[in-house]
């Protein structure tokens, strides 16, 4: 039986070991599997919790559980933090991080390095490494692939195949089907690296053909993730712009947005909204400027990605700036609620959460914070000041931050003369109508005119 690594077991790799464990030909499982974590503090928090009988707290969609847990029970879950499991690795999934280091505006490479030449220093001729990590457009070639030949070739080794495949996984509810009934993308360093690459994801995911798209290099795929979570910026941050005119100038751009909605090609355009969050939109962006400066070293300075990226780290504070001016009186010093605390909806994925900023922003205006997200089952943050339902009645202020799935039919009994704020869309028409027709309520809904 092949033998499968995978390095680094967050929201990626945990998955990519589990789809990779559950792989099945007639019956029979197709890979041996280990899963490789850093030698850190959290490194080996997550080790301990995926060799106990717990189930990662990082998960939340019990499709994905039922599997995990299946396959725990059948010992085809396996995590260390030893090294010499690359030694006899057939392939290799590279799904650590590779982060952006804001203060000094560019992404930290080195440590990301370190992680090859963790891989390049033990693996056996002919390993195949798909690496699926985010990175600046043209990393692998550039980086990547001439280290790992230079370490191979150290130790007489003179084969090997490379490929980068980007993910597209969702943390959430949707956790297992993000990840199983998606296209899979690759860009290879040769021919033969592609068609052994486009097998294993056949096999591991079951495959149609025509769901595997191949490019003739890693920079395709690297340029494909960052345009896609680019493009997903900009169109927030162009929201975001006529967002504050509409705000300045009283004007509905909620109804705006939905007559431009009419027309088919503008469809899809976007919702004004509180904030961007997450681990990958608040930096994939800024990875463009980067590939140019620190990679390719071309002169291509991606002005509107970097611009997009400002403007949304900026939204929760330009949001909460105007609700403080509109409403200080009702919100200064007063009881407030954050309901819903993650980055998106239907996860308990808080990294980078616009809840953070807001929670941070009312504190400096003494209000005193609590917040309910029956969904997230810790917040670094501040945990102490998480309620359950049967306190939701006694707040001054309440904050709308998430539409997860399980708040519909959350019939909140607000107390008399509280202010009412839904900055994300998280209401529906029903329940705005209730609350704006209701005298004895303050409300407000994020790009809508205020009366
Ligand atoms: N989270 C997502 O939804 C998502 C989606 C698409 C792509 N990505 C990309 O995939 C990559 C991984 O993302 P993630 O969300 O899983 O990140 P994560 O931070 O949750 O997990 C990365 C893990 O790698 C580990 N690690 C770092 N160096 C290591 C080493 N040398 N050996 C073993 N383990 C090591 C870290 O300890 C960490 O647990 C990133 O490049 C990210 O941009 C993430």
């Known amino acids: 039986m092949k033998k499968i690594v995978i390095q680094g077991l967050g929201y990626v790799g945990l998955a990519m070991m589990t789809f990779c464990a559950g792989a099945q030909k007639k019956n029979k499982y197709l890979y041996n599997v280990v899963g490789i974590e850093k030698n850190s503090k959290k490194g080996l928090k997550i080790i301990k919790e995926i060799n106990s009988n717990q189930t990662p ?91 790992i030949k230079k370490n191979l070739s150290k ?20 956790y297992y089907s993000s990840m199983k009934n998606v296209e899979r993308i690759i860009g290879g360093r040769n021919k033969k690296s592609l068609i052994i690459t486009k097998k ?5 995911f079951k495959l149609e053909l025509n769901k595997v798209i191949e490019f003739s290099s890693p920079s395709e795929s690297e340029t494909c993730k960052i345009i896609e979570n680019s493009y997903r ?9 006529w967002r504050k005119f509409c705000s300045k100038n009283n004007l509905d751009l909620e109804k705006i947005l939905s007559c431009i909605r009419q027309r088919k090609t503008h469809s899809n355009i976007m919702r004004s909204g509180i904030g961007v969050g997450g681990y990958c939109l608040t930096k994939d962006p800024l990875f463009a400027r980067s ?51 993650s980055y998106r909806e239907d996860t308990n994925d ?18 005193k914070l609590s917040f309910y997200d029956p969904i997230v089952n810790y917040w670094k943050y501040n945990n102490n000041q998480s309620i359950e339902k049967k306190d939701l009645k006694k ?37 705005k109508s209730k609350l704006s027709n209701n005298k004895n309520y303050e409300y407000y809904c994020l790009g809508s005119k205020q009366l």
């Open 200 to 204: 294993i994801f056949r096999d591991i």
């Open 350 to 367: 808080t990294r980078h959460s616009p809840a953070e900023n807001v929670f941070n922003f009312l504190k400096k205006i003494k209000c």
């Open 155 to 174: 130790r007489g080794i003179k084969n090997f195949y490379l490929c980068h495949s980007f993910e597209r996984i969702t943390p959430g509810r949707d």
């Open 57 to 147: 707290k990082i998960v939340d969609d019990k499709k994905f559980i039922n599997f995990y847990s299946r396959l725990k029970k059948k010992n085809r879950i396996k995590a260390s933090i030893n090294t010499d499991e690359y030694l006899n690795a057939d392939i290799v999934f590279v799904c650590s991080n590779c982060d952006y280091n804001f203060s000094k505006s560019k992404v930290d490479i080195k440590n990301y390095i370190k992680n090859i030449k963790q891989i390049s220093k033990k693996i056996k001729n002919n390993c195949l490494i798909i690496i699926q990590s985010t990175l600046p457009p043209g990393t692998t070639e550039k980086i990547l692939e001439p280290l």
């Open 395 to 431: 707040f001054d202020v309440y904050i709308h931050l998430v539409k997860h799935k399980c708040f519909e039919n959350l019939n909140i009994q607000y107390k008399k003369k509280s202010l009412i704020l839904d900055l994300n869309h998280v209401l529906d028409e029903k329940k």
């Open 233 to 241: 910026a900009l169109n927030i941050a162009f929201i975001e712009e």
């Open 291 to 341: 590939s140019s400066k620190q990679i390719l070293r071309k002169k291509f300075n991606f002005t509107l990605s970097s611009e997009a990226v400002k403007i949304n780290k900026k939204m929760t504070f330009d949001v909460m700036s105007e609700i403080k001016s509109k409403f200080s009186k009702k919100i200064i010093n007063k009881k407030v609620l954050l309901i819903g605390v």
